[in-house]
């Protein structure tokens, strides 16, 4: 460690004139508003670790700062300090780094994989107590969301303190703890933020809510490169800043984890615990004890600043894909902050009149609290992580395992998913018998039991219907077989520990062996039910490959006898692509050798059963140009998931048009124009003739979740029956209702959110005969639905493709599941020579929900070549 030394003359001088000049460009901005710098407490420190302010040559909260100057300065004091590494763990979609401080005492670095094999120990269920001599590990995180600034501009500060000060309390916390500080979790969508609010702001600070500073542009700051919420995204996983967390927190294994943000500008500042009854039930007594510890250091901290808090209220800690409860099911304390937001650099309202610097001096705060808390309760954290994952193995040894089934491509995605979470999970080497039925090794997954992970195996795994609390500040369920569209079949402890022993002689399933390409074959053809399908379609159709799918189930000759395919087949036919040949077969070669596509050689147009493959029931897939409509009055979360879905999982190029600009685009140039759920708020007459035209000059609208309101708002669609919500029935009497008087003006909000689908798994009944529903492994398939709107079924019940069932898991009233029921989920309907298709729900949620992928990419590769035939049926077809 460094030595403190007495700055010279120099120096001295020129600190005095960087103040004269911060003083001199912030006075105006800054007045009656709080330094940051001042919350750290007045220690002693190592003069050759440079300050924030020093670094960056303003007063911290006095500017937003960037991604890349946060980046510049945590390299700098990790080459000036003996106490802080920087370890990079992943690179956003942006191509931003993402990294943690490492900040401990010098000894402890030069045993960091000792104190890491320790918490793997610690994280096993075989160790009841921990050693004194053990490390206690902090993880904190700022700034999850990009607009949520003064958790980022908050962290310097944190990281100086602790890598300069040489109070005998500092010393010995970083003798006794690690703290992985990370600076930035959403570094593109904080660096898309900074540049918006210092962009946007006079030498004169706006208070104004309205003024242009504190109103961000879509889609705002909030969210990563493709608008997902990322603090949505640590059960998913499905982006690389996440990933990237998560296998950092299971290689680290901390024993708190800390997830600082802000909230709505009237709000005071929150730290947990939150609403005492939507806590996951999986969640340990202690967990919540220490957490109540945790937070009198806080209020103490608050409480002699002056500064207002709440706690116990509006926050719960229920779904386990976000931030400050995924720490929970895994042994760990997470603890949520928020602190109410100025977004630019000063807000006025009714109840606040704040600056940013006051709001980052709140969050270095409750940092410095952390810290503090921790060296008392060090020995508590590492007590509560060997019994939560002692107690998790004890519960699992006795307890049914599960085992998984389905289509490869899908068994492959979800062990992926599973074995970053760190759960172990088990394939067969040749087949497995599965409910009677003979599977390959690659279509079969068991995940037992008896592992540390059981208590997050169990979240994953639960159908519950019904809970303690019903209403939730996030989605009520994540069952991982519907997401993923798999079967499962729970297993006894000793059927489950035969087939682990056996399993564990062949970690790796067998591959299907490669097949033979030959340049006179008639073709190939391709089943439609791996996740990797749409991408081979994407990438055949930049060789201008002329590909079609087949529409009723027909049987060929293969070379290990016949072979059935379904609808939705794929036939990539030689005759028709004579010139690209060569190169389709490569591409054909390079996709089955990194994916787990079935591709089966044809010989013959004759087939042994159905149709032959000339017929012309087969169906063409045109050539895709998607154009996806974003921008005010669209919800960013959907168009973001419909976006990243095309151009990461499909590699579909697609185009973003901007609500503003729609009246100046040539519509014809896209074969289906998709709108994601929104208000569409900017558009009128105008563009409800445009897209008229469009439709009835047989161009396709994908409407996706509840963009089809403004459709039928404005004249665009026309529904022989539509939204069912607050209709009145056929005798025209309004359904019964609770009386005013029976309803306590108190419990509005909780009313309306117990009527609310927050997030809910259905089950859909499909007709696969349709081409909207090709690809399916049987006629049910679980959607993921969110929101009580809906549709009747259309009179011709040819356009409908699916329809509601059964809640499969998840919180939804009983007035709810029943309206639902039987209702449209996909359907399409004609306008003109064109259709719109109806996907009443986000087929791509999150990037979690996989298993109903197949209604999204339908619609994208079959939509313009589908024809509805006309109904044979006078009356609605129920």
Request: glycine share 6%; hydrophobic share 35%.
């Amino acid at each position: 460690m460094h030595s403190p030394l007495k700055p010279d003359v120099g120096t001295v001088a020129k600190a005095c004139l960087l103040v004269v000049f911060q003083v001199t460009c912030c006075m105006q901005v800054l007045a009656n508003s709080e330094d940051p710098a001042s919350v750290l407490p007045r220690d002693k420190r190592d003069v050759m670790i440079t300050s924030p302010a020093d670094f960056f040559g303003f007063r911290m909260g006095s500017r937003h700062l960037r991604h890349q100057q946060v980046c510049d300065y945590m390299k700098l004091l990790a080459s000036e300090s003996d106490r802080v590494a920087l370890v990079p763990y992943a690179t956003s979609h942006g191509g931003r780094p993402l990294f943690v401080l490492v900040i401990t005492s010098p000894k402890n670095h030069a045993d960091l994989a000792k104190i890491k094999k320790t918490h793997q120990e610690l994280a096993s269920g075989l160790r009841k107590v921990p050693r004194k001599e053990d490390h206690s590990i902090m993880y904190l995180g700022y700034g999850v969301h990009g607009d949520e600034a003064s958790a980022m501009n908050a962290s310097p500060l944190v990281a100086y303190h602790l890598a300069s000060s040489l109070a005998d309390s500092v010393v010995d916390s970083l003798e006794r703890s690690v703290f992985l500080l990370d600076p930035s979790l959403n570094p593109d969508g904080g660096s898309r933020f900074a540049h918006w609010a210092n962009e946007n702001r006079g030498r004169n600070a706006s208070q104004d809510p309205s003024d242009r500073e504190h109103q961000q542009d879509w889609p705002g700051g909030r969210t990563n490169y493709y608008w997902f919420d990322l603090n949505r995204d640590w059960l998913p996983a499905t982006h690389p800043e996440s990933r990237g967390r998560i296998q950092l927190f299971h290689e680290w294994k901390p024993n708190v984890v800390l997830d600082f943000h802000e909230m709505g500008s009237s709000s005071s500042y929150f730290f947990q615990p939150g609403i005492p009854a939507r806590t996951n039930p999986l969640t340990p007594a202690r967990n919540v004890e220490l957490t109540k510890l945790f937070a009198g250091f806080y209020a103490k901290q608050m409480d002699s600043a002056g500064e207002l808090f709440f706690t116990e209220e509006k926050f719960d800690d229920f779904y386990i894909g976000k931030g400050s409860t995924y720490p929970d099911v895994n042994g760990a304390v997470g603890i949520l902050f928020e602190q109410g937001s100025t977004r630019g650099l000063r807000m006025k309202n009714d109840r606040f009149e704040r600056s940013f610097s006051d709001c980052v001096a709140n969050q270095v705060r409750t940092s410095l609290a952390s810290v503090e808390a921790l060296a008392q309760y060090s020995e508590s954290v590492l007590q509560l992580q060997c019994e939560f994952f002692n107690d998790a193995l004890a519960t699992g040894r006795n307890s049914k395992s599960f085992l998984l089934s389905g289509e490869a491509s899908r068994i492959a995605a979800a062990k992926e998913l599973l074995g970053l979470h760190d759960i172990k999970s088990y394939q067969p080497r040749n087949v497995a018998v599965v409910n009677n039925s003979v599977r390959a090794s690659s279509e079969v997954l068991l995940i037992p039991s008896e592992q540390p992970q059981y208590t997050f195996i169990r979240s994953l795994m639960s159908r519950e219907k019904t809970f303690q609390e019903n209403i939730f500040y996030d989605v009520s369920t994540w069952h991982l077989p519907s997401a993923f569209g798999l079967e499962v079949q729970e297993m006894d402890v000793q059927e489950a520990g035969e087939l682990v022993a056996a399993y564990k002689k062949g970690e790796q399933a067998q591959k299907r062996t490669g097949i033979a390409f030959d340049a006179k074959a008639l073709g190939y053809a391709v089943p439609p039910d791996t996740l990797q399908f749409p991408k081979l379609i994407a990438l055949l159709q930049t060789k201008d490959a002329k590909l079609r799918v087949i529409t009723k189930p027909v049987s060929v000759s293969g070379s290990n006898g016949a072979v059935k395919l379904p609808q939705g087949t794929l036939l990539v036919l030689r005759p028709p692509n004579l010139d690209s040949w060569d190169e389709i077969q490569e591409c054909l070669k390079q996709v089955v050798a990194k994916s787990e596509l079935q591709v089966f050689p044809l010989t013959s147009s004759q087939t042994l059963e159905g149709p032959d493959l000339g017929s012309d029931t087969s169906l063409d897939v045109p050539i895709a140009k998607p154009a996806l409509v974003v921008g005010t009055g669209t919800n960013a979360y959907t168009a973001g998931s419909l976006w990243h879905h095309m151009d990461v999982r499909m590699n579909q190029p697609t185009t973003l048009l901007k609500t503003t600009t729609l009246g100046r685009v040539d519509l014809d140039a896209y074969s289906v124009l998709i709108l994601p759920d929104g208000s569409y708020s900017l558009w009128g007459e105008s563009q409800a003739k445009k897209l008229t035209r469009y439709l009835e000059e047989g161009g396709v609208v994908v409407a996706v979740c509840n963009s089809l309101s403004w459709l039928t708002a404005n004249g665009v669609v026309d529904l022989s029956e539509s939204e069912s919500e607050d209709k009145e029935e056929e005798d025209g009497e309004k359904p019964e209702r609770t009386r005013s008087s029976d309803k306590r003006f108190g419990d509005a909000r909780e009313d309306a959110a117990l009527k609310s689908i927050a997030g809910a798994m259905f089950e859909v009944k499909v007709d696969s005969t349709h081409p909207l529903a090709y690809g399916f492994p049987s006629d049910t398939v679980p959607v993921f639905r969110r929101g009580t709107y809906h549709y009747q079924r259309p009179e011709n019940s040819y356009q409908t493709a699916a329809i509601y069932g059964d809640v499969i898991a998840g919180y939804v009233n009983d007035d709810n599941a029943k309206e639902l029921q039987g209702t449209a989920a996909v359907f399409v309907v004609p306008v003109g020579k064109g259709r719109v298709i109806v996907l009443a729900d986000n087929p791509v949620f999150r990037g979690y929900v996989r298993a109903t992928e197949p209604f999204f990419t339908n619609a994208v590769y079959l939509g313009p070549s589908i024809r509805l035939p006309k109904s044979t049926n006078d009356e609605h077809d129920h």
